[in-house]
């Protein structure tokens, strides 16, 4: 079973709309972290935020939220007031802490701003 | 400071030759991974090294090896090339054994 899924392959948003890329993990594990990262058409990767499994509240940073719904074992990143500049390729990870180090990535979603 | 560094950024390699990538990691962090990223696919995970040991290792056949050096910096060796190799390789640091990974910028190998 694949440990992330990311079911959008591309997106499309007007700038300065909000857009919502959607992310589902496949864990037992009771301790994860849950991250989302941004690879442009340069190829680094670009680390936007962070969720750990037991945090109670949704992770922010700056126009990033993290909406973690970990019933439904979703963690959907939410971009708000979009900027051309976010146009990317956007990759959701998680690492699961006791049993392993490497990071699983989902096969990532082409969001493209609208100017 | 100087973010992670790879090299080189792009190479080109015909089938049965081997190669040599090298890695950077950002100043203090002892942790260094690599991923391969496939054209159309998320990264997939080929080893971890921290503190000069090899602490994992993804499921990749041994023509993929690679080794930590005293500081820190890495190297990643694949053998025996197959066109199926043909890949971004992005080298990752982070300051922890289990931290945040920062990425350096990836080479791009391309098998003919």
């Known amino acids: 079973a694949q440990k992330i899924t990311q079911t959008q392959p591309g997106m499309f948003v007007q700038e300065k709309e909000a857009v919502t890329l959607d992310c589902t993990y496949d864990?037992?594990?009771?301790?994860?972290?849950l991250f989302w990262y941004k690879q442009p058409s340069s190829g680094e990767m670009i680390f936007l935020i962070y969720?750990?499994?037991?945090?109670?509240q949704n992770a922010t940073e700056g126009r990033y939220s993290l909406n973690f719904q970990k019933a439904r074992k979703s963690a959907n990143l939410v971009i708000s007031a979009s900027q051309l500049g976010d146009s990317a390729m956007y990759f959701c990870a998680m690492r699961e802490v006791y049993t392993g180090n490497q990071f699983y990535f989902g096969t990532g979603t082409s969001l493209t701003v609208i100017p | 400071d100087a973010g992670v560094t790879q090299s080189p950024t792009h190479l080109i390699k015909t089938r049965g030759q081997h190669v040599t990538l090298r890695c950077s990691p950002i100043?203090?962090?002892?942790?260094v991974s690599w991923y391969q990223q496939v054209l159309g696919q998320g990264p997939q995970f080929i080893f971890q090294?921290?503190?000069?040991?090899?602490?994992g290792r993804g499921n990749f056949p041994d023509r993929f090896s690679a080794r930590q050096f005293p500081n820190y910096s890495s190297e990643l060796n694949v053998n025996a090339l197959l066109l199926g190799d043909s890949a971004l390789y992005l080298c990752?640091?982070?300051?922890?054994?289990?931290?945040?990974?920062?990425f350096g910028e990836g080479s791009r190998l391309t098998v003919l």
């Open positions: 864990t037992s594990d009771q301790s994860y972290g």
């Open positions: 090294y921290y503190e000069k040991e090899e602490r």
């Open positions: 969720q750990g499994s037991y945090d109670e």
């Open positions: 990752a640091s982070s300051l922890e054994n289990t931290g945040e990974l920062f």
């Open positions: 100043s203090g962090h002892k942790s």
